[in-house]
């Protein structure tokens, strides 16, 4: 006990710490309340480490000697940002769970100018009086996709919902049971159905659905048909569904309304670019489709949104629903969104700028560059002898609940640990101020080029660096 005391006496006071050079210009870049808590937060932990009797005298003075530096650290992660950037290693480009898509530089100039200033967000510039905040971005979806109106909301899950609240409300909509699908984030159709106060009619099986299941289930509370595009999963073998254009026959003939779903919005002909053909926006108009939802930050590029686009009369229905009110976008979204979709009224300029398409439609040889430079940049600064660095083929996903049979062929970083442990550094790379989101794979640490921008390759280095130099146990 006596001893014990003697320890405590060594813990150092946050005053004279403050003193400290390192800590003192601290104090010139980061709020005073910070450092001092990260100071005494330190100084608890040493006190309890000594408490338990963990410590002897010669290690508290060895942590004392290196109190600012932790202090520092402590004080640098308190006040670094939650939501923070990360780098994409794992070559799945709408990856939902680190931000889906990325804006382009040239649609941030346009958020930019808007968020710090007044606009005309409500405001009608030509008649000085009120007006509505979904004119900016409907006039360019018509262009784009020659529907006849449209509006856009929060997200695509709230575009479905507002649609079949404003159609089906108390009515009945037929589905293919083939098509009740669940994307992440618990969105599931028979949910979101429930939700809008329409009763879901699903129809046919889960491999096979006919034009006729359908048109059996036609009766007079039918509101309208609804085609979902099954964005993140395919059924293969002995299968059929019920496509669009054939729906359009049924439309017509009992005149109901046909909604779609499209899920992730595509604009262009993928196929162009050696990616899979996926049913466009346009595709869905020229079939005849009185409403398309989709997302604003899936194959599109854009900011999170849902638009919907198609026939005036039921456009104009849900904005007077009292649910837009609700899912309502704001200027952020409409500055980004009509500012990456200009870029679409040049297909080639949308590849180019933004990084969406841009990444998809990345050359193998440009992937195999990059390879090399990171490859090199790599073996001239990491310890060589803890770790092995190679350039592999591989395959990058699209992401997003997009194409999921897609593989694009692409090129790696694939990094060998010698006799040390890969959870751990990959969780090292997790850990780093910017931190490196890696794919993992029997024991072998994988970056994928497609998802990572050159001007990363310095983060990805001293991350890797990083990484390596704070790994303790062998493996
Ligand atoms: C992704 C997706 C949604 C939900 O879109 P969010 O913009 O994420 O809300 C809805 N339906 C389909 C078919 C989808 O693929």
Redesign the pocket.
């Known amino acids: 006990m006596k001893q014990d005391k003697n320890l405590f006496t060594l813990i150092p006071k946050v005053d004279e710490l403050l003193e400290e050079d390192n800590i003192e210009k601290l104090l010139n870049i980061m709020p005073r309340k910070l450092v001092v808590d990260a100071i005494r937060e330190e100084i608890d932990l040493l006190r309890n480490n000594i408490r338990n009797g963990e410590l002897k005298e010669e290690e508290i003075i060895k942590i004392n000697k290196n109190m600012p530096k932790l202090i520092i650290d402590r004080a640098n992660r308190k006040n670094s940002y939650k939501l923070k950037r990360v780098v994409n290693g794992t070559g799945i480009v709408i990856h939902t769970n680190i931000g889906r898509s990325l804006i382009s530089m040239d649609v941030m100039d346009n958020i930019k100018d808007i968020a710090t200033n007044y606009s005309n967000l409500e405001y009608d510039l030509e008649k000085g009086e009120r007006g509505s905040r979904y004119s900016h971005l409907e006039d360019i979806i018509i262009e784009i996709t020659g529907g006849e109106a449209a509006m856009v909301v929060n ?6 919902l507002l649609v079949l609240s404003t159609m089906a409300k108390d009515k009945e909509v037929i589905v293919s049971r083939g098509e009740l ?1 669940e ?1 992440g ?1 618990s ?1 599931r159709i028979p949910d979101v159905m429930e939700q809008s106060g329409a009763k879901l009619v699903s129809v046919g099986t889960t491999n096979k659905t006919h034009l006729w299941d359908f048109e059996n289930a036609i009766t007079e509370d039918t509101a309208a048909l609804l085609k ?5 999963y395919r059924i293969l073998g002995f299968t059929s569904s019920v496509s669009a254009e054939e729906l359009y026959e049924l439309k017509a003939k009992y005149n109901i309304p046909l909604i779609e ?4 919005g595509v604009l262009i002909d993928l196929s162009k670019y050696s990616l899979e053909y996926e049913p466009t926006v346009q595709d869905s108009i020229k079939n005849g489709v009185d409403v398309v ?1 989709f ?4 194959l599109l590029g854009g900011p ?3 638009i919907i686009v198609g026939k005036r009369e039921y456009i104009e229905a849900m904005k007077k629903n009292p649910l837009t009110r609700a899912f309502r976008i704001d200027k952020f979204t409409i500055s980004a969104l009509e500012a990456t979709l200009r870029l679409y009224l040049d297909e080639k300029i949308a590849v180019e700028k933004i990084p969406t398409l841009k990444m998809l439609s990345m050359s193998i040889e440009e992937l195999e560059n990059k390879a090399k430079t990171l490859y090199n940049l790599l073996t001239e600064n990491i310890d060589n002898k803890k770790c092995k660095v190679e350039i592999v083929d591989d395959y990058s996903e699209v992401g ?3 194409l999921p049979l897609e593989k694009i062929a692409t090129k790696c970083i694939m990094l060998t640990l010698n006799n040390l442990s890969v959870s751990e550094f990959e969780r090292n790379l997790r850990e780093c101020k910017i931190p490196i989101i890696t794919r993992v794979y029997r024991d072998k640490v994988y970056i994928d080029l497609r998802t990572v921008k050159e001007d990363e390759f310095n983060i990805v280095v001293g991350g890797i660096a990083y990484g390596l130099r704070e790994l303790k146990g062998v493996h």
């Open positions: 997200n695509n899950a709230a575009a479905v699908i994307i984030g969105f979902v595009h099954t964005s993140n779903d499209l899920g992730s939802t997302s604003g930050d899936k999170q949104a849902g997003g609940g997009s």
